[in-house]
């Protein structure tokens, strides 16, 4: 027995099985930056009164830089899954909301590409 009405079998309409996976990896990387988040914040107040090139140094440690780089990736990530999900929720317009879109995704990219670049080149100076 199908829930569905006539007409939406007729058409075909229904879940197009393309929704688990962005659900997963939204609250996948919204588990991953609770920790990186909370060392964020905790290590920016401890590094908040020591000098720049102290800073600067701390910023040059392999573990420091894979956590910025893990951090920058599933931040803008997340928000791009995010900001995709309100756009095609609330943009009725095809064009417009193919336009948000493909804006939205070119900005994650490349400002995660520049903080990871931004984070690499800290390292290796």
Known sequence: MSMRTKLGQARGDGSAKHGVGHWKAQRITALAL????????????IMLPAPYIMVYE??????????MVLLAISLFYHG???MQVVIEDYIHGEALKITLLLLTKFA?????TLAVISCLVICFK
């Open 34 to 45: 609770i920790p990186l988040l909370l060392w964020f914040v905790t290590s920016f107040i």
């Open 58 to 67: 701390w910023m040059q440690s392999p573990f420091v830089v894979t956590m």
């Open 108 to 112: 994650s990219v490349f400002m995660g």
């Open 80 to 82: 791009y899954l995010g």
